[in-house]
T-cell receptor, first 112, second 114 residues
Framework: GESVGLHLPTLSVQEGDNSIINCAYS??????FIWYKQESGKGPQFIID?????DKRQGQRVTVLLNKTVKHLSLQIAATQPGDSAVYFC???????????FGAGTQVVVTP | DGGITQSPKYLFRKEGQNVTLSCEQN?????MYWYRQDPGQGLRLIYY???????QKGDIAEGYSVSREKKESFPLTVTSAQKNPTAFYLC?????????????FGDGTRLSIL
């Protein structure tokens, strides 16, 4: 069936380095994608989104890249900080009502 | 401040008991959602509501029930029919149906079995 998944369950990054979190999606009709950050014991926090008519979108220290040819989404975090340690989820819009399909998540651990 | 409030933060259920989780939002959002999150896993949709007095089953609705009598409120009842209720429950909302806008989440309720 249609699904969203992540390549790496855990990513260890040294403080100050750049992080890249990857996500594969299978529904070629999806036109909207979101990245969320979830800290322990809290709800997911919106980071950045991208529509399918775009290849790249930048925010503050974050960039999302969308490759529709290979159905791949990535989140880049520049100059990773200890506060970036969290689980990161990608999600795709699954229907016209805005229902989201979430991936399993990637745990990012920032080491000093 | 505008936001989504879930209560209680922690909840314990006895065998055969129904429990209700509260979700309130003051963002004037039309759509509201309930998700279940198990340890080390992503979010799975239980129920969602696009408008007051209307709601639809998500992917794992069995053993749960909801109501949407007010725009601001979308309570979730975990019934005794849900045999494995221990999980982290997350409520979300977004402005409207069909548009490309992100869902915003509350900080969850952790439900455990006594």
């Amino acid at each position: 069936g249609e699904s969203v998944g992540l390549h790496l369950p855990t990513l260890s990054v040294q403080e100050g380095d750049n992080s890249i979190i990857n996500c594969a999606y299978s529904n070629s009709a999806s036109d909207y994608f979101i990245w969320y950050k979830q800290e322990s014991g809290k709800g997911p926090q919106f980071i950045i989104d991208i529509r399918s008519n775009m290849d790249k979108r930048q925010g503050q220290r974050v960039t999302v890249l969308l490759n529709k040819t290979v159905k791949h989404l990535s989140l880049q975090i520049a100059a990773t900080q200890p506060g970036d340690s969290a689980v990161y989820f990608c999600a795709e819009k699954a229907d016209s009502w805005g229902k989201l399909q979430f991936g399993a998540g990637t745990q990012v651990v920032v080491t000093p | 401040d505008g936001g989504i409030t879930q209560s209680p933060k922690y909840l314990f259920r006895k065998e055969g008991q129904n429990v209700t989780l509260s979700c309130e939002q003051n963002l004037n959002h039309d759509a509201m959602y309930w998700y279940r999150q198990d340890p080390g896993q992503g979010l799975r949709l239980i129920y969602y509501s696009q408008i007051v007095n209307d709601f639809q089953k998500g992917d794992i609705a069995e053993g749960y029930s909801v109501s949407r009598e007010k725009k601001e409120s979308f309570p979730l009842t975990v019934t005794s029919a849900q045999k494995n209720p221990t999980a982290f429950y997350l409520c979300a909302s977004k402005p409207g149906q069909g548009n490309n806008q992100p869902q915003h989440f509350g900080d969850g309720t952790r439900l455990s079995i006594l």
